[in-house]
C-alpha cells in the first residue's frame, strides 16, 4: 500500500460563527498530484494554512510527512514546502539574493547555499536573469523564482495555493510543466486551484470543497461520470445499418440527418463492451464511435452551486 504524505481526519476549522471546515478527510499518497477545488471562500486556503502549520485547527487528527501536526509542527515544517497565493519574492533584491536568503533561512553553509542557489536557477530557467532586481520579472518568472525558493530547503511535499492565478496561458502551461517534472523528482504536490482544466490536466485525485466539507473526491473521469449527460455517439453512412442499429439499441436518440444515434452511458469500460457486444451480436458495424462526458466545468457546478460568496467566510493570505 502506498504510503500517505497528507492524511486528515475530521479537520475542523470555525472563525466566531462561521464554519469554515467541517469535517473534512483527505488521504494524498506519496508522489502524486492532489487537487482541492472549490469557490471562493470554500475554505482551501485555510486547509493549506493548518496542513503548512500556519494556523491550528479546532479538531481532527492530521498527520504530513508521518509526522502528528498537533505533537511534532518542527518536523512537519521540515519536510514540506509552501508557495501561497501572493509571491513571496522580495521585489528589492535580485533573484539570486532572494534565493541565497532562502538557503541563509535554512541554515545552509555559505559554498552550499550558493550551490543550491545556482542550481535551481538554472533549473527554472532563471540564470539570465538572476543578477536583476526581482521587480523587473514577468508574472511567470515571479511565480518560477517563488517555487525555486521553496525548494531550497528540498522538501517532499509542496503545498501550491493557486500557483497560476494571473498568469497567462504560456505562463500557465509552463507552471504545469514544472509542476509535473516535481512529481516526477517523487515530490509530492498538494494543489489549489479555481482553474478546472488545471485540475484535470495536473491531479491524480481532485477533492470539491464546498460549504466546508468534501462534495466528491476521485480521479477526474471517475468525477465526471458522477454527472448525469453523458453519452455515446455512433455514427453510420449506410442508412440500412443506422436503422437496424436504431431498432438493435435501447434508449437511444436518432439523428436521422446525420445518420446519428446518441445512447446514454456513463462512459465505462463496461457500458461501452455492452453497446459493442450488441452490435457485433446483431452483425452491425459503425463507421464511427465517440464518448462524450460532462467535463470537470459540469462536475464543479453540480456539486458547489452557483457561487454566493457574501455569505461565506473570506479568506485571507498574509
Do not use: C
Amino acid at each position: 500500500m502506498t504510503d500517505l504524505a497528507i492524511a486528515a481526519h475530521g479537520l475542523r476549522k470555525s472563525y466566531g460563527d462561521k464554519t469554515v471546515l467541517d469535517g473534512v478527510d483527505l488521504a494524498v499518497p506519496e508522489g502524486t498530484i492532489f487537487s482541492l477545488l472549490g469557490p471562493n471562500g470554500a475554505g482551501k486556503t485555510t486547509a493549506v494554512k493548518i496542513l503548512s502549520t500556519l494556523i491550528t485547527a479546532d479538531a481532527g487528527v492530521l498527520r504530513v510527512g508521518g509526522h502528528d501536526l498537533t505533537t511534532d509542527p518542527q518536523a512537519v515544517r521540515a519536510a514540506i514546502g509552501v508557495t501561497g497565493q501572493f509571491s513571496a519574492v522580495d521585489g528589492l533584491i535580485t533573484g539570486e539574493e532572494n534565493m541565497l536568503l532562502m538557503a541563509d533561512l535554512h541554515h545552509l553553509p555559505k559554498r552550499e547555499g550558493r550551490r543550491v542557489a545556482a542550481e535551481l536557477l538554472e533549473r527554472f530557467d532563471l540564470t539570465d536573469a538572476a543578477k536583476k532586481p526581482a521587480s523587473t520579472y514577468s508574472g511567470g518568472m515571479k511565480r518560477r523564482l517563488d517555487i525555486a525558493m521553496t525548494l531550497v530547503g528540498d522538501p517532499r511535499i509542496i503545498f501550491l495555493d493557486e500557483p497560476t492565478t494571473g498568469l497567462d496561458p504560456r505562463a500557465r502551461h509552463n507552471m504545469w510543466q514544472i509542476i509535473r517534472e516535481l512529481v516526477t523528482g517523487g515530490v509530492t504536490v498538494f494543489l489549489t486551484t479555481q482553474y478546472l482544466e488545471e485540475a484535470d490536466e495536473l491531479a491524480d485525485r481532485i477533492a470539491v470543497l464546498h460549504d466546508g466539507t468534501v462534495a466528491a473526491e476521485g480521479s477526474a473521469d471517475e468525477l465526471k461520470r458522477l454527472i448525469p449527460g453523458g453519452h455515446v455517439r455512433l455514427r453510420f453512412t449506410d442508412p440500412a445499418a443506422y436503422r437496424h442499429a436504431a431498432a438493435t439499441l435501447r434508449a437511444v436518440t436518432p439523428d436521422d440527418a446525420a445518420l446519428a444515434l446518441r445512447i446514454p452511458s456513463d462512459g465505462s469500460q463496461r457500458e461501452l463492451r455492452s453497446i459493442l457486444d450488441r452490435l457485433d451480436g446483431a452483425g452491425i458495424e459503425a463507421d464511427e464511435l465517440t464518448v462524450h462526458t460532462p467535463d470537470l466545468d459540469d462536475v464543479f457546478f453540480a456539486l458547489t452551486g452557483p457561487a454566493d460568496v457574501t455569505d461565506q467566510p473570506k479568506e485571507t493570505t498574509r
